[in-house]
Each structure stands twice: as structure tokens, then as C-alpha cells.
T-cell receptor, first 115, second 116 residues
Framework: GAGVSQTPSNKVTEKGKYVELRCDPI?????LYWYRQSLGQGPEFLIY????????DSGLPNDRFFAVRPEGSVSTLKIQRTERGDSAVYLC?????????????FGPGTRLTVT | AQKITQTQPGMFVQEKEAVTLDCTYD???????LFWYKQPSSGEMIFLIY??????QNATEGRYSLNFQKARKSANLVISASQLGDSAMYFC?????????????FGTGTRLKVLA
């Protein structure tokens, strides 16, 4: 079946602009995670959705970052007033449940470059 | 303090040899999970193996095995009979249950290069 998909695969934007990154999880997966991976680092947790609600948004670095998942499937990560330090690969992962199933299925990521 | 520590930024191994990638973790939880992921140059994170904190036997998945030493808080990945396609970044991760939710914490990774 289809895996986790993310669009766009690459995004170049100017400092100060607004961007939206989309994640399409595997159908039926209730848990969805966003991560940010900077060059040479491991993925860093941003936010976790269980269904439609953000169960844990403690990883969002500041109030310029926001994510939604209005119907419990597709999620959008929104970044306002982008800064050069926001440049990274943004990874999305889904799993059938936040508790009982441990394996996360990752998407290919969106590479964001802020110039 | 680092929750997941991978002390080897880069490793080389000869094709068909075995290699061990180190991972130590820090947690005060009794129940947690440990994972290894492979990230090829294409960027996708590929799940390799999982070890639960209460599992008494070391996890194995094909050529991958996890050397779990709970008292030392280490969860090293052993890849047997290395193949050229094993060249990639490898990340160790831990799942904790904190503040009512599950959170995954990743190490900084080890870049493995398999030599022909």
C-alpha cells in the first residue's frame, strides 16, 4: 500500500515568508509526528497528533510554528516569518497507534531552504 | 544531558564483515523502547529493529541484532555480513512515555561506510 507522502519535496523561500508543508499519513494511522532534521543531526521532535488533536506540541521551537490535522488524516505544518535557521529537512511519520504499536513509518521529508 | 548518545560519528567496515554501532541511553522510566533506523542518502528513515525494556531476549531481524545491556543502558546494533547497500546513516532512538504521550528521541547518528 501507499506509504507516508510529503509535499513539496523541496521548498525554497525567502526570509520572512510563510510556508506550509503537507504530510499524508498511511490510511488509518491515528498517530502522526512531525520532526525537524538539521544537517548532521538526528530528527528532532516537533509535534505529535493523536487523531485530530495535538497531543504534544512541546517540540515546536516558537510561536512561528504551528501544525494542524483537522480531519485526523492529512497534516500541515505552517511556519510564519521564516528565518534562515529554519532551513532543515522536515520529516513526518505515522503509526497505527501512539501506544500499542511502536513502529513509525516515515515519509521522504521536505527539504526547506530559507534564503 | 543527552538522552541518546552515539559516540561514533563514522565507521568503516569491510564487506561481509560484522560491525557494531554503539548507542547508550538515559532514562528514569521503567518502560521504554529502543529503536534503530537506517537513513540512506535518499533521506528516508527505514525502521530496522526494536527492543522493549522488558524484553529479556535481544531482538533480531535478519542480519540485524540489538545487543541490549539494560544495566549499562546500552543498545548497540550489530550488522552481520555487511553489504555495500548497508552504507548509510544509522540512528538510535528511544521512545519514552512522558507527560501523557509517547515521545521519540533520536541520537546524532553514525555514518557507516561498507568497503568493497
Amino acid at each position: 500500500g501507499a506509504g507516508v507522502s510529503q509535499t513539496p519535496s523541496n521548498k525554497v523561500t525567502e526570509k520572512g515568508k510563510y510556508v506550509e508543508l503537507r504530510c499524508d499519513p498511511i490510511s488509518g494511522h491515528t498517530a502522526l509526528y512531525w520532526y525537524r532534521q538539521s544537517l548532521g543531526q538526528g530528527p528532532e521532535f516537533l509535534i505529535y497528533f493523536q487523531g485530530t488533536g495535538a497531543a504534544d506540541d512541546s517540540g515546536l521551537p516558537n510561536d512561528r510554528f504551528f501544525a494542524v490535522r483537522p480531519e485526523g488524516s492529512v497534516s500541515t505544518l505552517k511556519i510564519q516569518r521564516t528565518e534562515r535557521g529554519d532551513s532543515a529537512v522536515y520529516l513526518c511519520a505515522s503509526s497505527p497507534s501512539g501506544a500499542a504499536t511502536y513502529e513509525q513509518y516515515f515519509g521522504p521529508g521536505t527539504r526547506l531552504t530559507v534564503t | 544531558a543527552q538522552k541518546i548518545t552515539q559516540t561514533q560519528p563514522g565507521m568503516f567496515v569491510q564487506e561481509k564483515e560484522a560491525v557494531t554501532l554503539d548507542c547508550t541511553y538515559d532514562t528514569s522510566d521503567q518502560s521504554y523502547g529502543l529503536f534503530w533506523y537506517k537513513q540512506p542518502s535518499s533521506g528516508e528513515m527505514i525502521f530496522l529493529i526494536y527492543q522493549g525494556s522488558y524484553d529479556e531476549q535481544n531482538a533480531t531481524e535478519g542480519r540485524y541484532s540489538l545487543n541490549f545491556q539494560k544495566a549499562r543502558k546500552s543498545a548497540n546494533l550489530v550488522i552481520s555480513a555487511s553489504q555495500l547497500g548497508d552504507s548509510a546513516m544509522y540512528f538510535c532512538a528511544m521512545r519514552e512515555f512522558t507527560s501523557g504521550t509517547y515521545k521519540y528521541i533520536f541520537g546524532t547518528g553514525t555514518r557507516l561506510k561498507v568497503l568493497a
